[in-house]
């Protein structure tokens, strides 16, 4: 598991999400034949038209994931076939992976799995000319296919979000967007020549004189299929970021990954505003996880009217997956006979179970008292148990007979709860009388057949001081059963605090190396999931090594002030922590 609370790492095993275009179900607005969501994108296809929905981000990326809901702004860029005739839409094959969208409406669970497809075609939206959009290369891309004879100059587009639209000298469509520059590369043609060769026409754009997008195609030297690819305009910008925030990633020994975080919600879609920056007004909570390929398996969203997030994510010992986050939405998709089926007020916690095979939702419940609440890690026990780590607000958080601490000790606490496997009671529940818990988010770590100390962990967490203090302002929180970790000689390798944190721009990273001669990797991410730094650091003995990165990318560039995460690897261990940079 990530730090508590902390966004991932994204790396390359962890699953892209374009797992193809998915039909309504019946679950989003009734003008939507279809969506995909790809990295950073959100494509939006209705009958005459196309929205491709962007999201930034406004300043540095913030730690608290709800203080990124409050920075993320979306911008739609919206594309209709203008004079266009009513096409029959058409799926092509079903692509890899599946998702579910598990909602609650009235009190009652509601489940789609709509089946994801290749692509998808709107047949005859002019005479003799299909539109075809397909998921090629991890990315949604865009032609027309022309039927032999049919006139290309009968496609129209209309941008309805732009101001100054033109062709510049390059042949870029740009315009003027309300946040920067928003500009496409030009368009390629190619006619077929036999059976699947493909030759290679002139074309370009031109806007005409109302302002609609065409194509000019320079001679068609016979009466052959012709097909067109184009790329629509996006909004130039350093911002860019989403649709999936990433806020826990844990990574299993036999190669299998899971994630969590949260996504912008599907069902607020249906009044968009092309043109407009806007804020994103709810988002989803979503687990996703991958075979030990590296292929995306499934993804599982738990959707509520407000705000979602899973921020705590792991593999159970009989392949289900568990997950913990926080919720502001007082439908929130809880199952019948678990611990708290009803939001108590402010911001809850709640912890959910699904089976490996995404099948569904086995069980859910909330967690928290009136005020706010959060799960900021977990871990199982040998016995099933779900061991919760968390921050709350709330005096009146359900603590168990005979608790470590009972009482709330204002401020802000830190809590640790135990839950049966079935979610449906707590075995164990405790306030840790943490100053300024909101702060001192940790990281629960359970021995293997053990249960929580909760003497030492209390200790441990009061030691760690808020931030400004000398304590690091992340707090370890190690669950033992009478048993004394190692620190010289750790069984995996493990990251010491990165200092100093934030960085102005360099930073020393220290790292325990376990058992010695594995080769050692250091890896910097921006929070978008880009690597920007590779260090192959070779094999290190046994012990404490330390690292000086200067804070410059791949290519020698100073990287810009923002938050990254530092991962190092060994054998098959692997430790990450969140960096500061500030210029």
Known sequence: MAGAGSPAVGAAT??????????????????????????????????????????????DFPADAREVARRVRSFVVGIRFEGCQPAREEFLGDAPGACRWVTSEGGRLVEAVPRASTGIVYRDLYPGVDFVSQIIDERVRFHFALNPGADPGAIGLVLEWVDSLRVNEEGLLVGRGPDGTLQASPPRAFQLSGAANLQKLPVAFRVDSEARVRFDVASIPAPLGLRIEFELPMLETTSFIGPWIFLDEEREADGRTIVGGMVPSLRSSGEWTPGVMR???DW???????????ALAR??????????AATAVSFGATGEIVLGGITDSPDFPTTTGAWDERASGGLDGFVASVPGDGSGLSTCTLIGGSADDAVTDLALDAQGGIVLF????????????????????????????KLASGLSYPIYATFL????????????????????????????????????TEGTGEATAVARSGETGDEEHPDEIALLPIEPNPSNPACEVRFVVPGGGEAVRLEVFAVSGRRVRTV????????????????LDDRGAPVPSGVYFVRVSCGGSTAAQKLLVVR
């Open 14 to 59: 962890v699953p892209t999400f374009v797992s193809g275009i998915t039909p309504n179900g019946g679950s989003f607005p009734r003008d939507l034949l279809a969506f995909a969501q790809a990295p950073g994108l959100t494509h939006y296809f209705l009958k005459d038209r196309i929205l491709i929905e962007s999201y930034h981000l406004e300043g």
């Open 279 to 281: 804020p994103v007004e």
């Open 284 to 294: 989803d909570a979503f687990v996703a996880w991958s075979s030990s390929e590296g």
């Open 299 to 308: 993804q599982v969203i738990l959707s509520g009217s407000g705000f979602d």
């Open 390 to 417: 968390g921050t709350t607000s709330s005096s009146d958080f359900p603590t168990t007979p005979g608790a470590f601490d009972p009482t709330y000790n204002g401020g802000g606490d830190v809590f640790l709860a």
């Open 433 to 468: 009388g943490v100053a300024d818990a909101a702060d001192a988010p940790g990281e629960l770590v359970l021995a293997e057949g053990g249960n929580p100390d909760l003497a030492a962990l209390s200790s441990a967490l009061r030691s760690v001081g808020p931030p400004g």
């Open 536 to 551: 192959p650091l070779g094999p290190r003995p046994a012990g404490t090594h330390s690292f000086v990165w200067n804070g």
